[in-house]
């Protein structure tokens, strides 16, 4: 079932991810703190990792490439959220 709770739940935090991108795009662009471009760049990168998992059911042949991009921008999220706090403004 392509639109199970799991999916529906993955899809709905890929959409407060981008919201959430988008306050902090707007809020970096009117402060210009670093430390705020690297936590956009987080939400970007988490926004494309829970938007690649909710569609990996539709495309299940290229499930194993899809889910390698994935874990790799879960490891730049991490990067990045990390970045930020360490980041002297």
């Not at 981008?18 to 471009?37: D, G, N, P, S, V």
């Amino acid at each position: 079932m392509p639109f199970g709770p799991d999916n529906i739940i993955v899809l709905l935090s890929s959409l407060l991810a981008l919201l959430l991108f988008t306050i902090a795009l707007l809020t970096y662009i009117r402060e210009r703190r670093r430390k705020l471009l690297f936590v956009t760049g987080a939400f970007l990168f988490y926004f494309l990792m829970t938007f690649l998992d909710a569609t990996e059911e539709f495309f299940p042949k290229n499930g194993d490439t899809i889910e390698f991009i994935a874990s790799s921008f879960n490891f730049i999220v991490l990067l990045l959220f990390s970045i930020a706090i360490l980041t002297k403004d």
